[in-house]
């Protein structure tokens, strides 16, 4: 079975009442300087000037579509640092209009100042398979400011399976990725306390039939709304509850998150439902859990050892014992991965592009402070192999020649532009520490995944 990345649910920026956001404008012009419609364009929060972003960050805040003229006005833009991109973005035209990040221009948003004039020149490529789709609630209210991280979109067929979220709370707008064509399962995975009341594309009711895009897409996108009521015929839930042994009350970044299981066939996929904050005793209370499967842990757990995971059907689950462990007579923290600096793992890849494979460099850059030197590898065939010191990475791609973009960077489920783990047994998760693996049909041995490197070509 072919294994195909999904996207992690985006980061979103927090507005705050005390600072005001401000409104970013520009045309879009193509390279014999006429006026490009229906293009999308983006602000990308860059570093810490941002509210809510912390140091070294990239997110995806305001988007909007190009009219007729080619103007854009992207609004709700937190005051900051941005980096504006058009296209795809997956792939995208910089201000002033260049395809490497670095060499845009940043532009700086001062409280309430709008900033105007931003043009600059798009450069096309083949338009990519991007399924886009915008979610809202039923009263019209903006999206609460933790929603978006809590709300997944699945698509999911015999051989795709697709998981993404929300870039902002202020837009709702979501997209699903250079996918294959052909027909899917899409599904809502809201936070406990939210339903799905609509979800259609076009005239087609995706509550009841299945979302067919073998024939192509057009610029229909998805669209989703939700409520806080309670459909008729839909269970109630239940009251989870339990104690957490060796909780600190008051340690800053310590929370337990309840997770459920999205799909059976991709058991690895899980999304957040409810944050919990335990008592000053380590008890806990969650109310209104639905029939599934779940587990509770930290937000940035380490160790599988302080997870649990339990079964909900009718009835309340009481009595839950989680056992959170202090590393050492320090500060109470999670139990960290532990990596070793000189141990080497050989890390396959192979790369995924229609005619010749062009030459370019993939860069692994290490996350963590104290970690090994950045480590890099030039590829000029279908398949590389590099070996990787075990430490948390960030992978990036230079060195493209013109005509071809990157569509993704990814190991299995995990997108490697996210920060991910190499340790002695493979590409791994960072959450959890747990190797990914190639799992095949038949009851064959489970496999390390290996990197695949997509990429396209610019239309003739």
Same mark, same amino acid.
């Given at each position: 079975m072919k294994l195909l990345l999904y996207l992690l649910p985006l980061l979103f920026v927090q507005q705050t009442a005390q600072l005001q956001s401000g409104r970013i404008s520009g045309q879009i012009r193509d390279t014999a300087g006429r006026p490009v419609s229906g293009v999308r364009v983006f602000a990308i929060a860059v570093q810490t000037d941002v509210v809510g972003v *912390?140091?070294?960050?990239?997110i995806l805040n305001s988007i909007s579509l190009t009219d007729r003229d080619g103007r854009f006005l992207l609004e709700d833009v937190p005051p900051g640092r941005y980096r504006i991109g058009a296209g795809s973005p997956g792939s995208p035209v910089y201000y002033p209009g260049g395809t490497a990040a670095e060499r845009g221009t940043i532009v700086t948003m001062a409280a309430g100042q709008p900033v105007a004039n931003i043009d600059f020149t798009f450069t096309f490529l083949s338009k990519p398979n991007e399924l886009w789709g915008t979610v809202g609630l039923d009263d019209g209210t903006p999206l609460p400011a933790d929603l978006p991280r809590k709300t997944q979109f699945i698509l999911s067929s015999a051989r795709q399976h697709w998981v993404t979220g929300p870039f902002t709370r202020q837009q709702g707008v979501f997209f699903f990725k250079s996918m294959d064509l052909e027909e899917f399962d899409f599904s809502v995975a809201p936070p406990l306390g939210y339903y799905v009341k609509s979800a259609t594309y076009g005239?087609?009711?995706?509550?009841?039939a299945r979302l067919n895009l073998a024939g192509g897409l057009n610029e229909t996108e998805l669209?989703?709304?939700?409520?806080?009521?309670?459909?008729?015929g839909v269970p109630a839930g239940v009251r989870v509850s339990g104690r957490v042994t060796s909780w600190k009350l008051g340690v800053p970044n310590l929370e337990l998150r309840a997770l459920v299981t999205v799909l059976d066939r991709t058991p690895n996929v899980t999304t957040i439902v409810a944050d919990v904050e335990p008592r000053a005793d380590g008890s806990f209370q969650i109310e209104g859990v639905p029939p599934g499967q779940y587990t509770l842990r930290l937000p940035l757990l380490r160790s599988a050892a302080q997870s649990l995971t339990f079964d909900v059907a009718g009835t309340d689950v009481v009595n839950l014992d989680l056992n959170l462990v202090t590393s050492g007579s320090g500060p109470f923290m999670p139990i960290p991965v532990q990596l070793r600096k000189d141990s080497i793992t050989p890390i396959k890849g192979n790369v995924d592009v229609v005619g010749p494979v062009p030459g370019f460099e993939i860069l692994f850059t290490p996350t963590r402070p104290n970690g090994p030197a950045p480590q890099s590898v030039k590829v000029s065939g279908k398949e590389f192999s590099i070996p990787l010191p075990e430490a948390e990475y960030r992978a990036s791609i230079s060195g493209l020649p013109t005509g071809y973009a990157v569509v993704s960077v990814s190991a299995g489920p995990l997108q490697l532009s996210e920060p991910f783990l190499v340790t002695g047994k493979g590409i791994a998760d960072r959450f959890t520490g747990l190797p990914i693996l190639n799992r095949p049909g038949g009851g064959g041995p489970a496999t390390s995944v290996g990197i695949t490197v997509k990429l *396209?070509?610019?239309?003739?």
């Amino acid at each position: 079975m072919k294994l195909l990345l999904y996207l992690l649910p985006l980061l979103f920026v927090q507005q705050t009442a005390q600072l005001q956001s401000g409104r970013i404008s520009g045309q879009i012009r193509d390279t014999a300087g006429r006026p490009v419609s229906g293009v999308r364009v983006f602000a990308i929060a860059v570093q810490t000037d941002v509210v809510g972003v *912390r140091a070294g960050t990239e997110i995806l805040n305001s988007i909007s579509l190009t009219d007729r003229d080619g103007r854009f006005l992207l609004e709700d833009v937190p005051p900051g640092r941005y980096r504006i991109g058009a296209g795809s973005p997956g792939s995208p035209v910089y201000y002033p209009g260049g395809t490497a990040a670095e060499r845009g221009t940043i532009v700086t948003m001062a409280a309430g100042q709008p900033v105007a004039n931003i043009d600059f020149t798009f450069t096309f490529l083949s338009k990519p398979n991007e399924l886009w789709g915008t979610v809202g609630l039923d009263d019209g209210t903006p999206l609460p400011a933790d929603l978006p991280r809590k709300t997944q979109f699945i698509l999911s067929s015999a051989r795709q399976h697709w998981v993404t979220g929300p870039f902002t709370r202020q837009q709702g707008v979501f997209f699903f990725k250079s996918m294959d064509l052909e027909e899917f399962d899409f599904s809502v995975a809201p936070p406990l306390g939210y339903y799905v009341k609509s979800a259609t594309y076009g005239n087609v009711d995706l509550t009841r039939a299945r979302l067919n895009l073998a024939g192509g897409l057009n610029e229909t996108e998805l669209r989703v709304v939700l409520t806080k009521t309670r459909p008729q015929g839909v269970p109630a839930g239940v009251r989870v509850s339990g104690r957490v042994t060796s909780w600190k009350l008051g340690v800053p970044n310590l929370e337990l998150r309840a997770l459920v299981t999205v799909l059976d066939r991709t058991p690895n996929v899980t999304t957040i439902v409810a944050d919990v904050e335990p008592r000053a005793d380590g008890s806990f209370q969650i109310e209104g859990v639905p029939p599934g499967q779940y587990t509770l842990r930290l937000p940035l757990l380490r160790s599988a050892a302080q997870s649990l995971t339990f079964d909900v059907a009718g009835t309340d689950v009481v009595n839950l014992d989680l056992n959170l462990v202090t590393s050492g007579s320090g500060p109470f923290m999670p139990i960290p991965v532990q990596l070793r600096k000189d141990s080497i793992t050989p890390i396959k890849g192979n790369v995924d592009v229609v005619g010749p494979v062009p030459g370019f460099e993939i860069l692994f850059t290490p996350t963590r402070p104290n970690g090994p030197a950045p480590q890099s590898v030039k590829v000029s065939g279908k398949e590389f192999s590099i070996p990787l010191p075990e430490a948390e990475y960030r992978a990036s791609i230079s060195g493209l020649p013109t005509g071809y973009a990157v569509v993704s960077v990814s190991a299995g489920p995990l997108q490697l532009s996210e920060p991910f783990l190499v340790t002695g047994k493979g590409i791994a998760d960072r959450f959890t520490g747990l190797p990914i693996l190639n799992r095949p049909g038949g009851g064959g041995p489970a496999t390390s995944v290996g990197i695949t490197v997509k990429l *396209r070509t610019s239309e003739p």
